[in-house]
């Protein structure tokens, strides 16, 4: 219920108690008139009546002790005929009594008992006059006794007429007293009770009021604030505007720039090949730009970054010919189809661009260093052409070329398409523990008391029992960042061997496995919880570079001091030099296959080989010939002093189990 509803509940309601008011007012002036009738009319009639009744009495007894006194007989005979009015008298009264419907307790019997006292006085006074004219005193006596008698109580008894109908009109007086009392009382808390309806009225209307000028006060000034903050929302709703747009354009610039160079990214790249379809496309690659980056830090990197893309920017010579920033050292020459630029000549202008990089020395505070560059060339594909410059790109990387271009004979496609089968099957050997290890034998060849070594060396079985060498996939393991699984894989199948049949055994350790120190915490870990250290030999391979030699020689000193022995793979190829082997703590040295394979028939090869056999000797280091494929080979480097010799014709690569019978033996 609102506050206008309950005001005109609270006046309306004051209107009826005021209008009740009233109503008791007027109820109790009929009340009182009726009252004040009824007396008038009725109960004073009616005093009268017996007040005159009464009086008749008295008046007719005193006549009659008046006669007796002076002896009028004549009087007497009168007053006697005066019975007569008593009764008629009498009936006055009962006849008004009954017309009115007066009601007096006790005036019935009255009434009554008067009538039997007339009936008696009228015979004791008759008997009284009859013995005052006999004139005998005695007689006199009696009946003058007897008449006073019933006189006295015919007064009495007309006494009690006169109090009844004075009681009854006392209590019609008490009654208009106290009614008139009583409705003044009611008229008074009526009126009062109004009054304060009133006032409790007027003084909601007048808080009311007080609240509405505060309300209005309080709108005036919402109303001002309102404006205020509507003139702020505008002026918010146009910085907003501005600052989405300074937004949109940092978006784009975030979605279709590089961050580093400034130059347009592989998106803003992608977008374009749909506008302008190139004709041209070359991908070009910082060649082993991540040793740069890890000898000379990030920072440094990134600014060679900005530098090597403001110099390809300047070699731009035409509209026609755009360049991108696709990601880390890669970058991207697209040339659009409108332009007349054959492909000889785009060829020739890629050449004399990394000709020129290749001279340009770049100084950063107190650092000048140079680079080269690879790059992968495209003339086709449309949508693909970035897909078929990347190959090319690894097709130069792979060759060890600055150019590679893609043919159109599909076989750079064929060459990813193989790839991306192989990593299939790879992830897929890998789930399902088909990475496995075949076992080559390290045979003794001047000592025969020393037992026959394994090398265990990964291969891919797939679902058909088919087996994968690992140079089909090892280079998609590592590009696809699962190599530290194989790894993980050939040291179980490794400790399982080793740990089974109770023979030595070596694994090949990358580079890689040692640069990333979950790997090395991983080989460390299984370390702590082999029982067969002793009999494990750890081949690092020597034809990767080494790129912090530190980081090498403390992975050497951990393996060494858990009882596994250390190897130096590929020795005399690759990154080969004399250093290691004086600086690392290695007990082997695996002579690689260049220069064994013709080593009986190369007279250089076997210098090479007596004199890297004779420094190893000198620091007790043993040797051990790698590709040893024919006897002639194997009677050549026993010659030599080497120590052990592996090759196929000391035995193939195998599962373990196929060399138990030889062990046996």
Do not use: W
Not at 3 to 30: D, E, G, M
Not at 133 to 159: M, R, W
Not at 395 to 411: G, H, M, P, T
Not at 490 to 519: L, Q, R
Request: net charge neutral; hydrophobic share 40%.
């Amino acid at each position: 219920m609102n506050f206008k509803v309950k005001l005109y509940f609270i006046i309306l309601l004051s209107f009826i108690l005021l209008t009740y008011s009233l109503y008791l007012n007027s109820r109790s002036i009929s009340a009182t008139s009726a009252m004040i009738d009824y007396i008038e009319t009725n109960q004073i009639k009616l005093s009268s009546m017996a007040f005159e009744f009464n009086h008749d009495v008295a008046l007719h007894q005193s006549n009659i002790l008046q006669s007796i006194i002076i002896k009028n007989i004549h009087s007497i005979d009168n007053i006697n005929s005066s019975f007569n009015h008593y009764h008629k008298r009498l009936d006055a009264i009962k006849t008004f009594m009954n017309r009115n419907n007066i009601k007096i307790y006790g005036i019935d019997k009255i009434i009554t008992t008067i009538e039997n006292r007339i009936v008696k006085y009228t015979e004791s006074e008759k008997s009284l006059i009859k013995a005052i004219k006999s004139q005998e005193l005695n007689d006199i006596s009696n009946s003058l006794i007897s008449f006073n008698s019933i006189t006295l109580e015919f007064s009495n008894d007309t006494d009690k007429l006169v109090k009844l109908v004075d009681n009854k009109l006392k209590q019609k007086t008490e009654m208009l007293k106290n009614t008139n009392e009583q409705t003044q009382k009611d008229i008074f808390y009526t009126f009062v009770l109004a009054v304060l309806l009133i006032l409790f009225a007027v003084y909601k209307l007048s808080k009311r009021y007080s609240a509405t000028e505060k309300e209005l006060i309080l709108g005036e000034k919402a109303e001002i604030q309102q404006k205020e903050l509507q003139y702020q929302l505008l002026k918010y709703n146009n910085d907003l505007e501005e600052e989405i747009s300074k937004k949109t354009e940092e978006l784009h610039l975030k979605i279709y720039t590089h961050f580093l160079s400034g130059l347009p990214n592989r998106n803003k790249l992608l977008e374009d090949s749909y506008i302008y379809k190139f004709k041209q496309m070359a991908l070009l690659n910082i060649d082993r730009f991540q040793k740069f980056n890890d000898v000379f830090g990030e920072e440094v990197g990134n600014i060679a970054l900005k530098l090597t893309a403001a110099f390809l920017t300047s070699q731009i010579d035409d509209d026609n010919t755009l360049i991108y920033h696709i990601g880390g050292d890669e970058f991207v020459f697209a040339v659009k189809d409108s332009t007349k630029l054959n492909n000889s000549s785009f060829i020739e202008k890629i050449e004399n661009i990394l000709k020129k990089y290749r001279r340009e020395n770049f100084i950063y505070e107190d650092k000048k260093f140079s680079f080269m560059m690879s790059a992968g060339l495209a003339f086709s594909g449309s949508k693909k052409m970035l897909a078929y410059a990347d190959m090319a790109l690894k097709d130069a990387k792979k060759r060890n070329v600055q150019i590679s271009i893609f043919n159109d004979d599909k076989e750079l496609e064929k060459i990813h398409k193989d790839d991306i089968e192989c990593k299939k099957k790879l992830i897929h050997a890998i789930d399902t523990n088909n990475i496995i290890s075949y076992f080559q034998p390290i045979a003794p060849i001047q000592d025969g008391s020393i037992e026959i070594k394994y090398e265990s060396l990964v291969r891919l079985r797939e679902d058909n029992g088919n087996i994968i060498s690992p140079f089909r996939f090892i280079n998609v393991a590592k590009q696809n960042r699962v190599y530290h699984k194989l790894t993980k894989a050939i040291f179980h199948n490794t400790f399982e061997a080793i740990a089974k049949y109770d023979i030595p055994c070596s694994i090949n350790i990358s580079m890689e496995d040692i640069e990333k120190d979950k790997t090395v915490q991983m080989l460390y870990a299984k370390f702590d919880e082999f029982e067969y250290n002793h009999h494990l030999t750890i081949e690092l391979l020597e034809t990767e570079e080494f790129k912090d030699y530190k980081r090498v020689y403390d992975f050497c000193l951990k393996v060494r001091s858990y009882g596994i022995k250390i190897a130096l793979d590929d020795f005399g190829a690759g990154y080969s030099n004399f250093s290691h082997a004086l600086n690392l703590p290695i007990d082997y040295i695996k002579i690689d296959a260049s220069l064994i394979s013709n080593i009986d028939s190369d007279i250089n090869s076997q210098i090479m080989v007596e004199t890297i056999v004779g420094l190893a000797h000198k620091l007790n280091i043993q040797t051990i010939a790698e590709y040893v494929s024919s006897k002639e080979i194997l009677e050549v480097v026993k010659r030599l002093n080497v120590d052990y010799a592996q090759g196929y014709y000391v035995g193939k690569p195998e599962p373990i189990q196929r060399h138990i019978p030889y062990l046996l033996d």
